[in-house]
């Protein structure tokens, strides 16, 4: 574009635009909370309130979310997908409250009637580019396998035990898949309200997610750190690694029922944030992103044990040195090396069977030496040179 086109279109925006459509030059309400109100609405959350969650799990779950957002000050779209949310039921407890719930939530089929309609009805030219391109396969939320918990020996002997959650949220604004994302750690609290440990192992045994069944609610709480360890991690099963930790509702013959894999959407959250401030007796709407302005605010200059600042409280230092520490994973009693019957089995796996005699192959297919091929860049020095990564890699690995 020319300069005077774009003096045009600035003079639109600027003049007749905003008198032709109402267009407010007012800038949005930027509202922050406090511990007050943290506390205010998580009291209002579990004693309360009177509305109804269409499955009581969504009720941990909020919880969950909403001290999330104030111990870390994460973007909501970092805890939860930002596309268009299914919404919870939710009633005033006499049965008249508005159904929150979408048309997408109503079937447990992803291909849903509504989805159809709108392809029929979509622009018939259609072009030979596909419309999505799906980049990121796991899932746009806070899995299993993104929490890492485990009990810490407490630096005060003469307190027990404390269960730690480092949590790392990878889905970060402009990240891509595999990229490393930020580590955020949260430990037991007094309060159960303010305790993100009850509530992550709340969700835990309600999907069965721990790998030792030998853990149950009442045992959890007497273990302790074994006197060689300096920790005792807690392990999630493999099945559950990739299975959200917040995920919505959907109706079935049965009655509402948890959805095994679909998360929890970021509009579901916020409304049902709002429905809770307004409960509360708020008078502007409790947004996601009011615990992310609070937490900046408090967190700035940067400390170590943001939990503890965020509830003024006096930060645990010794106890963040001590998770932080290397040795929170040694363990003197731990194998140094295989036995002879171990590394027999090892050299007995046919995968790695397979590798080796690929290797072989390649090698003899070579006209020169190893190093003359690599330094020609031709094929097989390069599949070479990938099946014996492998190989190396599966060896670690079974090690």
Known sequence: MDNSTLKQIN???????????????????????????????????????????????????????????????????VLLPQNKATKMRRSDGNGSGADLLGPDQISSDPFSDRS???????????????????????????????????????????????????????????????????????????????????????????????????????????????????????????????????????QTEYGVRIHPTLPMKYDTSNSSLRQLGETAGYRYPIKSYCFRRWTANEANPIHCDIQSVVLLRPPQDALCRAAAQMNRNWDPLALRSLTEKQLQTLRRMPHLIQLRREKDTLRKQMAGSVQDEQARGTDLSKRHAAVGKELARLRAAYR
């Not at 835990?204 to 060689?228: G, W």
């Open 11 to 77: 003079r639109y925006v600027n003049g007749r635009m905003l008198v032709d459509h109402q267009v407010s030059l007012r800038a949005r309400r930027k509202d922050t909370l406090s511990a007050e109100d943290l506390g205010i609405l998580l009291r209002c959350h579990w004693v309360y309130d009177t509305s109804v969650y269409s499955h009581e799990r969504q009720r941990v779950q909020m919880g969950l979310i909403m001290l999330f957002s104030a111990f870390t000050g994460t973007r909501p779209g």
């Open 116 to 250: 159809k309609n709108v392809r029929a009805n979509s622009n018939p030219l259609k072009s030979d580019l596909p419309a999505h391109t799906q980049v990121n396969r796991r899932p746009r939320t806070v899995c299993y396998k993104d929490i890492e918990l485990y009990l810490l020996r407490n630096p005060d002997s003469s307190q027990r035990d404390i269960f730690i959650a480092e949590i790392e949220f990878v889905n970060l604004k402009g990240s891509k898949e595999g990229e490393d994302g930020t580590i955020f750690m949260m430990h037991e609290d007094t309060q159960l309200a303010y305790c993100p440990i009850a509530h992550i192992l709340a969700l835990a045994f309600a999907d069965d997610a721990l790998e030792s069944s030998l853990l149950t609610p009442e045992y959890i709480c007497q273990l302790k750190v074994p006197k060689r360890l300096s920790s005792l991690p807690l392990r999630w099963k493999k099945s559950h690694l990739d299975i959200p930790l917040f995920r919505h509702t959907i």
